[in-house]
């Protein structure tokens, strides 16, 4: 299996928020957002193992600002790392407001899916490598993320989680 750039795995989506997107303060909804975000993260996935990808995990997701009734939704996804079978996802999510003519960062977020093989078991993917600053910077910190998912759902133990216990002891 060959080794990928990060920069071939991103997508980027574009959407624009109708009325039956929006909540009563005329803010796009969360679930809706976080639906084109699995999907983005699902097509960037995809790009990187050539494979069906399912979500595994979605990290915290932060509303920093709200998109508003009539901007525009514009949602990077690439992989930021791939493991065995997992890769993680790297989401940024971004609101322009065409008329006022600006642009403003509305949410980040990671999302893990796991490729499977045609009986739906975990298969490996390709490795990926960084190539630039940010991505050496969020490829560096996802074995940490990785690790701090795995304990927080039970199938590893804090004790063993060595990246984590580095940032926590001298």
Request: hydrophobic fraction near 40%; glycine fraction near 4%; aromatic fraction near 8%.
């Amino acid at each position: 299996m060959s080794t990928k750039r990060i920069s071939d795995t991103k997508v980027i989506m574009t959407e624009l928020v109708f009325p039956n997107d929006t909540n009563f303060h005329g803010n796009l909804m969360g679930g809706r957002l976080m639906y084109w975000m699995d999907t983005a993260a699902a097509m960037s996935a995809g790009k990187h193992c050539n494979m069906p990808a399912v979500t595994v995990s979605v990290d915290n997701i932060s509303f920093e600002a709200p998109i508003k009734l009539g901007n525009v939704v514009h949602i990077e996804a690439q992989v930021s790392r791939a493991f065995n079978s997992s890769m993680e996802i790297h989401i940024m999510v971004w609101g322009e407001d065409l008329r006022e003519q600006y642009k403003y960062k509305s949410n980040e977020a990671f999302f893990t899916f796991v490729a499977l093989d045609p009986n739906g078991k975990p298969r490996s993917v390709p490795q990926i490598f960084p190539e630039t600053e940010d991505e050496i910077k969020v490829y560096d910190g996802a074995l940490r993320r990785r690790q701090l998912r795995l304990v927080l759902a039970k199938k590893m133990k804090a004790e063993d989680a060595t990246e984590l216990k580095a940032l926590f002891t001298k």
